[in-house]
């Protein structure tokens, strides 16, 4: 067996187009979907990661706005900007890039945010929302992941997911997606004894702990569809995912690559979010 690469940059390019038809209804009537995403300090990996994000709104007809800050700047200099934004009507999301400098509490800007501008659905208010399965914005990567599941059929209702890793970003939402949908979610991290076992009984496998390659073959249940959300930079410098995708793809039915996979259809459910956002904005 050989799985089927699922492929986050052509899913992603055939939902932008449809994003994009809907920005320009959007402009007949007034409204032009705005982002606007704020970095602090100069890591090389979250400038990359804006820099992408800034580019797919202009792709997409968006409006985009980044403000850059020195990694020393006081966090209120932050709150106000984040208190300007939430006032200003050419704006219907805001993100704040993560990590933050150790300085921030990371969890008061995120509150800081209006929640019906929240678009990364980070917000403990929206975090309550998706718990109880009426999301006002599902978090950009497991709303990808969530995605993927849908365009290529693969079936979610009674079946056994396993998702390794437990962060607010990625695993905790992803679970309650799968659970929304059906599916009996067991939650592995750290303290999780044999991991191994409740790996092979997963016919849904989502690895997002950022640990180069620990999924082996030999872990993966024939038939599995395999989401790989993990990035890790090797040794020599090459990109490669949570899952050794070598192995896994001669295992799994449905595989996510990396990069390819996962990253691309997380900056398209940003805008789908986004877009969301300047939707009821103009219903209002």
Known sequence: MTATI???????????????????????????????????????????????????????????EKHVYPADIEARTVFARIAGLNADPKIHGILV???????????????????????????????????????????CTPYGVMKFFEEAGIPLKGRE?????????????????????????????????????????????????????MISGEMIKPGAAVIDVGMNRLADGKLCGDVDFALAREVAAFITPVPGGVGPMTITMLLANTLQSAERAASA
């Open 6 to 64: 699922l492929d986050g940059n052509a899913l992603g390019q055939k939902l932008r187009a449809g994003f994009r038809q809907r920005a320009e209804e959007l402009a007949a009537q007034g409204v032009r979907p705005g982002l606007a995403v704020i970095l602090v300090g100069d890591d090389p990996a979250s400038q990359v990661y804006v820099r992408n994000k800034v580019n797919a709104c202009a792709q997409a007809g968006f409006h985009s």
């Open 161 to 213: 997911a396993v998702v390794v890793g437990r962060s607010n970003i990625v695993g905790k939402p992803m679970a309650m997606l799968l659970m929304h949908a059906g599916a009996t979610v067991t939650v592995c991290h750290s303290q999780t004894r044999d991991l191994e076992a409740h790996c092979r009984r997963a016919d849904i496998l989502v690895a997002a702990v950022g640990k180069a390659k």
């Open 97 to 139: 890039q993560l990590p933050l400098p150790r300085h921030f509490d990371a969890d008061a800007v995120l509150e800081a945010i209006a929640p019906e501008k929240d678009v990364d659905g980070f917000r403990a208010e929206n975090v309550g929302v998706l718990v109880q399965g009426h999301p006002r914005f599902i978090p």
